[in-house]
């Protein structure tokens, strides 16, 4: 395979392109596990976009309203992991990420876990990558005591056998 040097130099931003985005899910993680807005706040461009199931939040106000209430809600402390991300170049500029988190978390008196899904689309024309869009959706929140057992309701009770 032939390639002029445009287009190997075109191939080589896109993945360093991919490359800068991809790091943003560690950091991301990180800040989720020593949880101060500013430094959250900090990873997303001033008109992003943060959406989950519940609630959609526009902007540095809403992202850190958003993160406040949910802090408040949730005090465990926590430890966050980022696996099997997708990284696809959209176009000049902007990455897409497609990645399963889960997380652990302790209180006093119980242990949490959960697990869920990102789709985000990065920018990654500043010095630094910046969420443009992030999508978080938790497929699962329990406590150790209840795990991940399943009570067959009706319709499953008949698939189940």
Same mark, same amino acid.
């Given at each position: ?73 949730? =005090?465990?402390?926590? #430890?966050?992991?980022?696996? @099997?991300?997708?990284? %696809?170049? !959209?176009?000049? *500029? ?34 630094? =990558?910046?969420?443009? #869009?992030?999508?978080?959706? @938790?497929?699962?929140? %329990?406590? !150790?005591?209840? *795990? ?14």
């Amino acid at each position: 395979m032939t390639t002029s040097p445009d287009d190997q130099a075109a191939r080589l931003t896109r993945l360093e392109e991919c490359a800068a985005a991809s790091n943003i899910l560690h950091t991301f993680a990180a800040s989720l596990d020593e949880p101060e807005i500013e430094r959250v706040l900090a990873l997303f461009r001033e008109d992003a976009v943060l959406s989950s199931p519940r609630r959609e939040a526009v902007g540095h106000d809403e992202i850190r309203a958003f993160f406040t209430e949910a802090w408040a809600a949730d =005090p465990s402390e926590k #430890r966050h992991f980022v696996m @099997s991300p997708r990284v %696809t170049w !959209l176009d000049p *500029g902007r990455v897409r990420l497609e990645a399963y988190f889960y997380f652990v978390g302790r209180m006093p008196d119980s242990s949490v876990l959960g697990w869920g899904t990102y789709d985000d689309v990065v920018d990654v024309t500043g010095p630094e =990558p910046r969420f443009a #869009r992030i999508r978080m959706e @938790s497929h699962l929140r %329990t406590d !150790l005591a209840g *795990g991940w057992a399943s009570v067959p309701g009706p319709a499953a009770a008949g698939a189940a056998r």
